[in-house]
């Protein structure tokens, strides 16, 4: 690894003892919701390879902000297990994140808290349209407030688990992201319209949430440089609101990019197709049947690059000073060193990992290290079957 990337590197009142970061990938470890050994061990190991920052993807900030029913949610009856996940990474010698998310709109379960799915802006919601819940609806006043305190309370209970950091999730189409497309963000209010007002709700968890965790707890948040399909948010948008999470006082951000429902290959920067891996796992022969007729279109096989974010980063890079994570393609210890001397502060990888939990520590003594992972997605898919999310190249 390059002499950068081994730097200790302090956000807020944490201190990394390097600059790589296991980036959010649903790990396929919570059945019905629940932490358990499993899930911990999954963790853990990353911190054993000498990652220094590993982030627990989807923890749900209500039972009606999950996707799908296997999505952990928080609430005080996971508390033991998201305690023993943190003491887990710890005793590896690593820091552990929470991402702390909300599906808005886009839901495969029938909801618990209200008849329809809730988003920026009702409309067709299409990963429940064969489940039985085939409309999102528009929240109101009331829904602002409620889901705002539930940010708040994840945040203070995952603190109190011994979580170091947290990331809210601004992208790939979940609620904080449809508020922030144009695409799916449709209010004529003052929570859309403008991107400062499409802004507004997402700014206001991130001041919940720093009012419950306090100024020395390290606050990321993850976002879109671009949905990746005309009319979605744009590069410009993304510049404008990193422009106005600084202001607001995130101490990180990480650039992603792509839209679930939509561009998922974008957050990918192509690879392999998941599809037929997707197809077998799938457990309902309806969504099966969708998948194989409009699935190509979704998930098609695309030229892969390597740092396939850089230049679309490097804009953000001159607009902020608040540290900035970069995600996207890198999986060698030249791509660390790129992006490290592009300006970024840390570096998040997730198909690198899975291929490799070692590639921190292989990296400190092969200074020539390339990851194996060919980018074939297959990971995508596995997070569906037994075993939950892993390398199905490297096995």
């Known amino acids: 690894m390059t002499a950068a990337a081994l730097q200790p590197f302090k956000l807020a009142g ?34 054993k390879g000498g990652t220094a920052l590993t982030t627990v993807s989807y923890c749900a900030v209500s039972p009606d902000a999950r996707t799908f029913e296997d999505q952990l949610y928080l609430h005080e009856g996971v508390f033991g297990g998201i305690k023993a996940l943190a003491e887990a990474v710890h005793a590896e010698g690593g820091a552990v994140s929470g991402q702390l998310a909300h599906c808005g709109g886009f839901k495969r379960n029938t909801p618990v808290e209200a008849r329809r799915p809730l988003g920026p802006s009702g409309g067709i919601n299409q990963y429940g349209l064969l489940s039985g819940v085939p409309l999102s609806g528009a929240m109101g006043k009331e829904d602002f407030a409620r889901v705002v305190r539930q940010y708040g309370e994840s945040a203070h209970l995952l603190r109190r688990a011994g979580f170091d950091a947290l990331e809210i999730h601004m992208g790939h189409g979940y609620l904080l ?9 449709r209010r004529t209010d003052e929570y859309g319209g403008s991107l400062p007002n499409r802004m507004r709700f997402p700014l206001q968890v991130l001041a919940a949430v720093r009012a419950v965790v306090g100024d020395d707890f390290p606050i990321l948040c993850k976002i879109n440089l671009a949905d990746g399909f005309d009319g979605g948010m744009t590069l410009d948008d993304c510049v404008q609101a990193c422009r106005l999470l600084e202001q607001g006082g995130i101490d990180a951000i990480e650039l992603s990019g792509g839209y679930v429902s939509r561009t998922p290959m974008y957050l990918f920067g192509g690879g392999g197709s998941p599809l037929p891996a997707m197809i077998r796992a799938e457990a309902s022969s309806l969504h099966r ?37 970069y995600l996207g393609g890198a999986s060698s210890a030249a791509h660390i060193e790129t992006a490290l001397a592009a300006g970024f502060d840390l570096v998040a990888l997730g198909r690198a990992l899975l291929y490799d939990p070692d590639l921190c520590r292989r990296l400190a003594s092969e200074p020539e290290y390339q990851s194996g992972c060919t980018h074939c997605n297959g990971c995508v898919a596995s997070m569906a079957l037994p075993g939950g999310t892993r390398c199905t190249y490297n096995v």
């Open 14 to 47: 944490l201190t990394l003892h390097n600059r790589i970061v296991k980036a959010a990938t649903f790990e396929g470890r919570t059945p019905g919701g629940e932490p358990g050994p499993e899930l911990a061990a999954f963790h853990a190991r990353f911190a």
């Open 289 to 325: 049947l969708m998948l194989r007729l409009g699935g190509g279109k979704l998930f098609p096989s695309l030229p892969y690059r390597d740092l396939y974010f850089l230049e679309q980063a490097r804009r953000v890079r001159d607009a902020v000073q608040v540290p900035l994570v």
């Open 177 to 185: 992201s449809q508020f922030l497309s144009p695409a799916s963000n």
